[in-house]
């Protein structure tokens, strides 16, 4: 019986710690991901593959190596960044682009709200 409760006591703790460090997008709302998208991100982005605006398509970011969408001028910062845009990676960045990435062109200040970074972050993981 010892050992039973041992065992659920592993597992449960291993299930909080998965909780734990689960990324906000995880539980961020997608429709107001998109909302956050539109009223923050759509004047520079597009949301299409291939098409650049000011800055970089965002369709399928989530999953894809920095500074690599064909026919956009990165500056010399990202591309010496060399991450992949993962739902942590870019919940790090968006806060503040210009931080995490020293020489970055993207003006953006930042996303401070935790909650709309976890929608938007939902949001910008749909995009494939």
């Known amino acids: 019986m010892g050992r039973i409760l041992t065992n659920a006591a592993i597992v449960a703790g291993i299930l909080s710690l998965v909780s734990i460090s689960a990324p906000a997008a995880a539980t961020g709302d997608v429709g107001k991901g998109k909302a956050v998208f539109q009223a923050q991100c759509a004047m520079c982005h597009a949301t299409v ?3 650049n605006g000011i800055g970089p398509s965002l369709f399928g970011i989530v999953g894809r190596a ?13 591309k010496a960044m060399r991450l992949t845009w993962t ?10 682009p210009a ?30």
């Open 49 to 51: 593959a291939s098409k």
């Open 99 to 128: 931080k995490m990435v020293r020489g970055t062109k993207m003006p953006y200040a930042g996303l401070s709200n935790p909650q709309q970074l976890g929608d938007l972050i939902a949001y910008l993981a749909t995009l494939h």
């Open 66 to 78: 920095s500074a690599t969408v064909p026919k956009y001028q990165y500056s010399s910062a990202m």
């Open 87 to 96: 739902q942590a990676e870019l919940q790090a960045y968006l806060p503040a």
